[in-house]
Nanobody
Framework: QVQVVESGGGLVQAGGSLRLSCAASGHTFSRYAMGWFRQAPGKEREFVAAISRSGSNTYYSDSVKGRFTISRDNAKNTMYLQMNSLKPEDTAVYYC????????????????????WGQGTQVTVSS
């Protein structure tokens, strides 16, 4: 099974940008549909964005659509989340998730569809 590690979190002012990375190892990255989730203090973990094995399909939560962009580089075994126009309500721990799928265009958007998780990276947006 693949292992994933997030990086790129930090403190940024409202309106700023950050790029998160999710580095995969241990298995063929291109066999996995990938996703980003986040969890704010006192709240449940929520879906942010997802991408298919090939990268051809993506999907976003309404709260980040138009501001965040998910992408992947299968040659580098890495997924990214470019976050622009950040808001204080984007403050959370961001998690990378993976699920092996057979079809290249499939995406997964719920917690329960993923079985590999990273440790998370903190994103804090100050007002």
């Amino acid at each position: 099974q693949v292992q994933v590690v997030e990086s790129g979190g930090g403190l940024v002012q409202a309106g700023g940008s950050l790029r998160l990375s999710c580095a995969a190892s241990g298995h063929t990255f291109s066999r996995y549909a990938m996703g980003w989730f986040r969890q704010a203090p006192g709240k449940e973990r929520e879906f942010v964005a997802a991408i298919s094995r090939s990268g051809s399909n993506t999907y976003y939560s309404d709260s980040v659509k138009g501001r965040f962009t998910i992408s992947r580089d299968n040659a580098k075994n890495t997924m990214y989340l470019q976050m622009n126009s950040l808001k204080p309500e984007d403050t959370a721990v961001y998690y990378c998730a993976a699920r092996q799928v057979s079809q290249t265009i499939v995406i997964r958007t719920t917690l329960y569809e993923y079985d590999v998780w990273g440790q998370g990276t903190q994103v804090t947006v100050s007002s």
